[in-house]
Nanobody, 127 residues
Framework: EVQLVESGGGLVQAGGSLRLSCAAS????????IGWFRQAPGKEREGVSC????????YYARSVKGRFTISSDNARNTMYLLMNSLKPEDTAVYYC????????????????????WGQGTQVTVSS
C-alpha cells in the first residue's frame, strides 16, 4: 500500500525558513515523478515544485523559484521541501504527491496528474 506522510509544518515569521518532509512507504521515490503542492483557504490547490522520473530534473512554480528547494533521499525514502525567505502568501496546507504514470525528464505541476497524496501539513507565515 502506498502511503505518504508529511511533517515539518508550523508557524514562522516572514523571512524565516522551514523544511517539510514526506516519508513514503509502499514504493520508492526514485521510480516516479514526485511533487509538492499547496492549498490556501479559498484557493485551488497549486503546484509548488516537482522532480521528474528520469534524470531527476527539478521544476518550480514562479512564485517560489529561488526560495524553495525540492530534494529526495532514496536511502530514507523521504522527499523534502526546503522553504527559505518565507512570505505570508506562502501560508497554506502543503501536500506531497506521487505521479505513477508520467515518465521522462519533465514533471507536472498539475494536481490532477498525481495519483497518491499525503494528508498535508499546515504552514503559516506571519507578517
Amino acid at each position: 500500500e502506498v502511503q505518504l506522510v508529511e511533517s515539518g509544518g508550523g508557524l514562522v515569521q516572514a523571512g524565516g525558513s522551514l523544511r517539510l518532509s514526506c516519508a513514503a512507504s509502499g514504493f520508492t521515490f526514485d521510480d516516479y515523478a514526485i511533487g509538492w503542492f499547496r492549498q490556501a483557504p479559498g484557493k485551488e490547490r497549486e503546484g509548488v515544485s516537482c522532480i521528474s522520473r528520469s534524470d531527476r530534473i527539478t521544476y518550480y512554480a514562479r512564485s517560489v523559484k529561488g526560495r524553495f528547494t525540492i530534494s529526495s533521499d532514496n536511502a530514507r525514502n523521504t522527499m523534502y521541501l526546503l522553504m527559505n525567505s518565507l512570505k505570508p502568501e506562502d501560508t497554506a496546507v502543503y501536500y506531497c504527491a506521487v505521479d505513477v504514470n508520467w515518465g521522462g525528464s519533465v514533471c507536472s505541476l498539475v494536481s490532477e496528474d498525481y495519483d497518491y497524496w499525503g494528508q498535508g501539513t499546515q504552514v503559516t507565515v506571519s507578517s
